[in-house]
């Protein structure tokens, strides 16, 4: 099954990897063969002037690094293509997950995203087009915040619009709205949205409801080795067999993204 990859999303996966990172175990705090002041000193100013001097080993370095960081991605990617079958029910029909366009449609394409990713901002008006041009198409929205606090308090207001049924208007404009996200500029782009009640949009947004949905996005993410946003899945809505879901990785364009629709619906 051919997967829709660009560089850049690799790229994105790969550099990700170090928010996941293991933390060392605890260790005596005495040192051990600690270097004297003055022979660090000494060291430091060798290694400054041999750099200093051939400047191409940075290069070389930053060359090794960044290809093994891209292998390590292309790796990564491989192992979520091959497991995401088993993670279908959480993909596409796990509960309270936000949907729009066709409710019953006979594809799904569910998405992993954060407000403050840029690529996911490219991408709105992307699936904007994409529902209007595929009316039995299903999209699903996996809120994953990893961009930090005003990610988190984008993506709790969002799924308590879905609450009073705005999700759609509510994820578009805040998609759409001018970065970089500030509280006061969320709620401003809330108050625009015909029917949506700011105040108790604010009160839901402290439901456990929301807790609990945050948290099963995360552990399924962490599950499909999703490291950066976007992250599409696609498949038949009542996928069954194993390998009948097709992953995307990071941005990609209307006609590729249409591409991948088509070939799941056959």
């Known amino acids: 099954m051919k997967l829709f990859i660009t560089f850049s999303s690799l790229v994105l996966l ?44 940075l290069m070389e370095a930053m060359q090794t690094l960044q290809r093994r960081q891209f292998d390590e991605a292309q790796k990564t990617v491989k192992q979520t293509q091959q497991t995401a079958s088993q993670f279908a029910s959480s993909l596409f029909q796990q509960k309270n997950d936000p949907v729009t366009g066709n409710p019953n449609g006979k594809v799904t394409v569910t998405e992993f995203f954060d407000y403050q990713c840029p690529h996911c901002v490219d991408m709105a008006p992307v699936l904007k087009e994409i529902k209007k041009t595929n009316p039995t198409l299903r999209i699903v929205y996996k809120e994953f915040p990893i961009r930090g606090d005003m990610s988190i308090l984008a993506a709790r207001a969002a799924l308590a619009a879905n609450k009073q049924g705005k999700y759609e208007e509510f994820n578009y404009v805040v998609l759409t709205a001018p970065q970089p996200l500030t509280e006061k500029g969320l709620f401003e782009a809330a108050g625009k949205i015909k029917g949506l009640n700011v105040d108790q949009l604010k009160k839901d947004m402290k439901d456990k409801s929301i807790d609990e949905q945050l948290k099963a996005n995360q552990t399924l993410a962490m599950n499909l080795k999703l490291f950066g946003t976007p992250a599409f899945f696609i498949a038949k809505t009542d996928v069954k067999k194993e390998g009948d879901v097709l992953y995307i990785p990071g941005q990609v364009n209307q006609a590729q993204l249409q591409d991948a629709i088509n070939k799941m619906s056959k």
């Open 14 to 57: 790969s550099t990700s990897l170090s928010a996941f990172a293991v933390e060392p175990a605890a260790t005596s705090t005495k040192p051990t063969n600690a270097i004297p002041p003055e022979e660090r000193a000494k060291i430091e100013e060798v290694v400054h002037n041999y750099l200093v001097q051939k400047p191409e080993v």
